[in-house]
């Protein structure tokens, strides 16, 4: 079996134009991901309000003070 290369990357040389063009690209590719997670902690969140009942607000519509 032979032994692996090693190899040291010394530079990379990207235009300026080409970088911010990644950058853009990553940004708009993080709003669905934002969307999808935002999704899914909120299905979470209700779940566990719904499991340990907070979330009910009727003492304030009961004309009583709490």
Not at 48 to 64: A, D, E, K, P, V
């Amino acid at each position: 079996m032979d032994q692996p290369t090693k190899i040291v990357l010394v530079d990379i040389d990207i235009p300026f134009i080409r970088l911010v063009m990644i950058m853009i690209k990553f940004a708009l590719a993080a709003i669905p991901a934002m969307i999808a997670v935002s999704l899914i902690i909120a299905v979470l969140m209700m779940a566990l309000g719904g499991l340990t009942g907070s979330g009910n607000f009727m003492w304030m519509h009961s004309g009583r003070p709490y």
